[in-house]
């Protein structure tokens, strides 16, 4: 059984989102793989209305970042895209992975 802090740290019911998490590990990956166009630098865990969500931000000399980065829930769907004034809504954020 886990204990409440370790089930505290949890995101998504796991403890390292960007290993385990399928969708988001590919999208790690795909930081690896040198593009202009929207390569993932930054993923971001954080709650989004008492839900984890995961902000990733991109960057590359033809990516429109308004358009690249992107809020997600743990099952990968987009929650928003650009949005700014959602975006501030989103608390206890911490920096998972980092290009």
Known sequence: MLNAEKTANLACGIENPTEELPWLKARVEQAAVPSDYCTPY??????????????????????DTCRGNVVYDCDGNVVFTCKPEEETKITQRKVLWSK
């Open 42 to 63: 930054q993923v971001i865990q954080g709650l989004y209305q008492n839900k984890v969500v995961f902000i990733i931000l991109v960057t590359g000399a033809l990516c």
